[in-house]
């Protein structure tokens, strides 16, 4: 009788030590998976004005949870996102262009994060009488060919570019994929590479044309987008292929990213941020149909 109360004892004893395994076990995964919910520090990430928008509600939301984290959002421009990482004055650079497409950028010192994906579309004041170019129409535009809403279907009215500075990646992008790679005509050059100063600039500005992301469009109702060829710049449309005009958005760390840093980066990526993602105007990398 004795032997077998020190046998069942023995097996409760083994029973209790193989749980406490397992819960320890289960403690330490989840504190893996959990690890960005307890960031702490301070990180500033500039560049893509295109992205801001989904950056800047990421953070919100992000610090909400982290209450020992601060993360500083500043646009400027995917250029400017790009040297400010490179040089060190940032911990992250964002931009619709990849670093080596940058001039003076060591692409090789830096990662690149795909983070989502962005369409850029021609925008109109509201009271442009024209909602459709071909692309053929739209590069005789902004080539300075065409010069006069009458000659595309619309009033007698004077096109006015709006055109970004050299470090936008929007004006990069829309170079590359809806003009053929074709330099812009002189227009009303911004200062900055800001796509609400761009929003504010077509809407006051009669006869104007310009370009921005689609994060943008229904911040402002007095402009609209253009459909290139019959075909509108909408998710369905890029996700499919039928809509060229679009780019990956970047985050890019020196080196490999590490800490808070990581932490955000992967909080971006993930599926918690998904419906964020597709509210403001992006696309998820893994919902394309097609990849570049």
């Known amino acids: ?17 193989c749980l406490v395994g397992v819960i320890f076990t289960g403690c330490s995964s989840n504190k893996n998976v959990g690890d ?20 800047e509600e990421a953070a919100k939301n992000f610090m909400d949870k982290n209450q020992d984290a601060i993360i500083q959002v500043q ?40 983070v989502c994906v962005i369409g850029f579309a021609p925008i109109v004041g509201k009271n442009i009488k024209v909602d459709n170019l ?8 902004f080539t300075g060919k065409i010069d006069n809403w009458s000659k595309v279907g619309g009033d007698d009215m004077k096109i006015v570019l709006i055109t970004r500075p050299a470090s936008s990646g929007t004006r990069a992008t829309f170079k590359k994929y809806a003009l053929d790679g074709l330099d812009e005509a002189s227009g009303k050059v911004l200062s900055q590479d800001s796509s609400g100063a761009v929003l504010k600039a077509v809407a006051e500005t009669e006869g104007a ?5 689609l994060s943008y469009i229904n911040k402002n109702k007095d402009i609209k987008a253009l459909n290139l060829d019959g075909i509108a710049p909408n998710a369905e449309n890029i996700k499919s292929g039928k809509y060229r005009v679009w780019s990956y958005e970047h ?11 990581k932490a ?15 509210k403001l105007g992006y696309i998820p990398i893994k919902d394309m149909e097609i990849e570049r």
Request: proline fraction near 2%; aromatic fraction near 4%.
């Open 1 to 17: 009788m004795k032997k077998r109360n020190v046998s069942a004892i023995i097996l409760a004893i083994a029973i209790s030590i």
């Open 36 to 55: 960005r919910e307890k960031a702490s520090g301070s990180i500033l990430t500039i560049g893509s004005t295109a992205l801001q928008p989904l950056i």
């Open 75 to 114: 646009g400027g421009g995917s250029g400017n996102g790009l040297t400010a990482v490179s040089n060190g004055s940032t911990q992250i650079g964002n931009s619709d262009i990849e670093a080596q497409d940058k001039a003076g950028i060591d692409a090789a010192s830096l990662e690149d994060h795909k």
């Open 134 to 141: 071909t692309k053929q129409q739209l590069i005789d535009i």
């Open 209 to 213: 044309i310009s370009y921005i992301g």
């Open 251 to 261: 985050m890019y760390t020196k080196g490999s990213a590490k800490g808070l840093e």
């Open 264 to 278: 955000f980066i992967e909080y971006v990526m993930s599926d918690e941020i998904k419906p964020i993602v597709e």
